[in-house]
């Protein structure tokens, strides 16, 4: 197991970026996928793309982000790479049911973010989960699926 402990800076910094450019044409450039929970995480265990067994130990003050690189040497680096975050999207029928909607979702702490009248929900976890909680609003038409 590989142990990183520490971000050696981004992907798009111009003295990192040239590095990375010479070792991906070796081939020896790693990515690690996270998805948006992920990547708020301190301490996870995962492989690389190349099948390398890694578990990241950040501390606090320490952020990872799409592009962060953890290990860079001579003969390979390890670079995190976010998944694209996909969305529920919601259509609330009214402004009765928009204010129902945003209380529900901040009780169940799910982070929104809104498209003009559209709430999106980042799925964390299986969509049906969330459709499930969802189920009465939408069953009687005070939220619809957009």
Known sequence: ???LDRIVGQASDPELADRLHELSHAGQVETLSLSGSDIQRHRLRLNSDHGTD???RLERH??????SVLMLD?????VVQMQAQTYLDLQPRDTAA???LGYFAGN???AVRFSGTVLQIPLNGPQADYLERLAPMLADGRVSRA
């Open 1 to 3: 197991m590989l142990i």
């Open 54 to 56: 890694c578990a990241i």
């Open 62 to 67: 320490q952020q990872l982000s799409n592009g």
């Open 74 to 78: 001579n003969q390979r680096a390890i």
């Open 98 to 100: 928009a204010l129902e």
């Open 108 to 110: 169940m702490h799910w």
